[in-house]
């Protein structure tokens, strides 16, 4: 199984918004609605911030939405914050009991 | 309150076994609502799944590394376990335990990490 592909950075100014993409195949973004996203900041553990491909945990804020067509799915963080800045990493249900993660998307605040 | 806490040595020599450890705090890891995975992270590059440990005992490991990965569990001290064989410089990486949830498959709360360094 493939990495699923994230770009490697995107940027927006404080207030603004960006979106995050993550492609992978009909195995296993195509396949499931088991699609989660987690923010990494430098030198910690990542931390879940949507799952099953829209939903997001309680304490995570309204300004990160998701969504999914097809074989891609995308994150959306709106009004950008300073600590939005981090690695933010896509992962999927690859059947078969099988996990993958996406290569990871650096996302800085200008 | 829910912890995971990875340990392990830090240092490891090339085509020795590592072996580390995740401790479950808060709940039991035979819970059936949860299964229990491995991910590791080598320097500067991304998250990649080892294996998931499942309640049932059984377990599942990612195909590139299923040669040389264990995981087992000791229920008596609520505590999940990783072994990897014949390590190399490739093995160097923050290793994290996470809490997966059985029904949607995503990865919950995670372990703060531990790093290993496969030394030469």
């Known amino acids: 199984q493939s990495a699923l592909t994230q770009p490697p950075s995107a940027s927006g100014s404080p207030g603004q918004s960006v979106t995050i993409s993550c492609t992978g195949t009909?195995?296993?973004?195509?396949?499931?609605?088991?699609v989660s996203w987690y923010q990494q900041h430098p030198g910690e553990a990542p931390k879940l911030v949507i799952f099953?491909?829209?939903e997001r945990p309680s304490g995570v804020p309204d300004r990160f939405s998701a969504s999914k067509s097809g074989n891609t799915a995308s994150l959306t963080v709106s009004g950008l914050q300073p600590e939005d800045e981090a690695d933010y990493y896509c992962?999927?249900?690859?059947?078969?009991?099988?996990?993958?993660f996406g290569t990871g998307t650096k996302v800085t605040v200008l | 309150q829910l912890q995971l806490q990875e340990s392990g040595p830090g240092l490891v020599k090339s085509s020795e076994t590592l072996s580390l450890t995740c401790s479950v705090s808060g709940v039991s890891i035979t819970d059936r609502s949860f299964f229990w995975g491995w991910i590791r992270q080598p320097p500067g590059k991304g998250l990649e799944w080892i294996g998931t440990?499942?309640?049932?005992?059984?377990?599942h490991y990612n195909p590139s590394l299923k040669s040389r990965i264990t995981m087992s569990a000791d229920t008596s001290k609520n505590q999940v376990s990783l072994s990897v064989t014949s390590v190399t410089a490739a093995d160097s990486a923050v290793y994290y335990c996470?809490?997966?949830?059985?029904?949607?498959?995503?990865?919950?709360?995670w372990g703060k990490g531990t790093t290993v360094t496969v030394s030469s």
């Open positions: 009909s195995s296993d973004v195509g396949g499931h609605n088991y």
């Open positions: 996470a809490r997966i949830s059985a029904f949607y498959s995503y990865m919950d709360v």
């Open positions: 099953e491909v829209t």
């Open positions: 440990f499942f309640w049932s005992g059984s377990t």
């Open positions: 992962s999927s249900y690859a059947g078969d009991n099988n996990f993958v």
